[in-house]
């Protein structure tokens, strides 16, 4: 983790670790307050829906899967809008890209632009 902090900044985000049946989220705090916490939901909504770990091997990167990322990235920006500003803005009429710049959260924008995923291997 050090080498990450210090020669290879911006390499490391966050990663959720699967230990036994706990989960454990590891996260960088070197990026922005507004960007740990996206890194955080991400994670956490990998946990949420039960994905698959991709152990590491070697040393070498995990193989990722691309379903399951576009899963937790979508869940993972729902995750960062609260009830009471989404409810202000849904009873104000707000469209979403309007909702998201009066939130500060730019995550809400890319839900306007595409659905939620497919759930990974639903065959839906």
Known sequence: MEYLAEE???AFSAMLACVGLRRVITYSD???LARQRADIAH???HALLLHRPH???DGRPPHYDDAQE?????LGGVLLVTDDPCLSCCLGGLAVAEAALRL???VAAEHER?????RAGSGR
Do not use: Q, S, V
């Not at 576009?70 to 979508?74: F, L, N, R, S």
């Not at 595409?114 to 497919?118: A, K």
């Open 43 to 45: 994670e956490l909504a």
């Open 114 to 118: 595409r659905p939620p995923p497919r």
């Open 55 to 57: 152990p590491a091997i």
């Open 104 to 106: 500060g959260d730019a």
């Open 8 to 10: 290879e900044t911006g």
């Open 70 to 74: 576009e899963e937790a990235k979508w």
């Open 30 to 32: 070197g990026h922005a």
